[in-house]
């Protein structure tokens, strides 16, 4: 009895050594697995670091080339067309035939048109009023914009105080709110919308919001790439943008922007 009772401790005790054994390894293990998640959670909030600063710097390269292309067309393209202009009316003035005239008249009507949509597209793709009188002005003239080709109210309530910008952060917000308006006019089938900015704890906050029929939740996760830039920008500047829907009871839009933006994160001017 006693052997058998020794014999049976020996069994107990080379168990629990053998289960020490597979604890420890299993401890070790899964130090291992902690570790590696550990390495794979670093790496992936490096590469969206990675991916927040690509967006921001292609953003800026693309907002550069705007304003690049924009400045041609008004100096170069804009300023030919209204010496052209001038050139044919005193022609039609010295013009003899009615024939001649009529013809002249008919291209002043074509330059005229032409210089129209140049000046438009100058202005949609880097409006100068943005960069001489602010960010609040070109607002106002985005919402006009709005009202005459959308028919969409806007409302514009504003606090007055400066939006001390530079010229890139500036368009980046343009950008932004008529992005979000886009979105409104296109989809919330609504003609009212109100745009409010105001100045609290040193950040410029935005806020836009319609009374249209809003979304379900899985349309609220900025899928498109126009939300998707405008979401990268603002994590890549310690911002806040946010959209709360509801089906039935409209959209609203919140862009919270620092105005001190740490350097590091965020280059003023590219070279």
């Not at 107990?12 to 020490?20: A, D, G, I, N, S």
């Not at 967006?55 to 804009?78: F, P, V, Y």
């Not at 002043?108 to 609040?136: A, C, D, M, W």
């Not at 980046?172 to 105001?198: D, S, Y």
Request: proline share 3%.
């Amino acid at each position: 009895m006693i052997k058998k009772l020794i014999k049976h401790c020996e069994q107990l005790e080379e168990l629990v050594r053998e289960r020490t054994r597979q604890l420890r390894e299993a401890d070790e293990n899964l130090k291992i697995e902690v570790g590696i998640r550990r390495k794979a959670k670093k790496k992936l909030r490096d590469y969206r670091k990675q991916i927040q600063s690509l967006t921001s710097q292609m953003s800026l390269i693309a907002e550069n080339e705007k304003r690049h292309i924009a400045t041609e067309l008004h100096d170069c393209i804009g300023q030919n067309l209204a010496l052209s202009k001038i050139k044919l009316g005193l022609l039609h003035k010295s013009a003899h035939s009615d024939e001649l005239k009529n013809l002249i008249k008919e291209i002043l009507h074509l330059i005229e048109q032409t210089i129209k949509e140049t000046r438009t597209l100058t202005f949609e793709l880097s409006p100068p009023i943005l960069y001489e009188s602010g960010l609040v002005p070109a607002v106002k003239w985005l919402i006009d914009q709005f009202r005459d080709k959308h028919r969409l109210n806007i409302i514009l309530i504003d606090d007055g105080l400066d939006k001390p910008f530079d010229n890139n952060m500036r368009f980046f917000l343009f950008q932004a709110i008529r992005e979000l308006l886009v979105n409104i006019a296109k989809h919330a089938q609504t003609l009212k919308a109100t745009i409010k900015m105001a100045t609290k704890n040193s950040k410029l906050h935005i806020t836009i919001e319609d009374d249209g029929i809003g979304f379900s939740g899985s349309a609220v996760n900025c899928t498109g790439y126009g939300l998707f830039n405008i979401r990268e920008r603002m994590n890549h500047i310690n911002g806040i943008f946010k959209i709360r829907s509801r089906p039935g009871r409209g959209t609203r839009a919140v862009l919270a922007v620092p105005f001190r933006l740490d350097k590091k994160l965020y280059k003023k001017e590219l070279p």
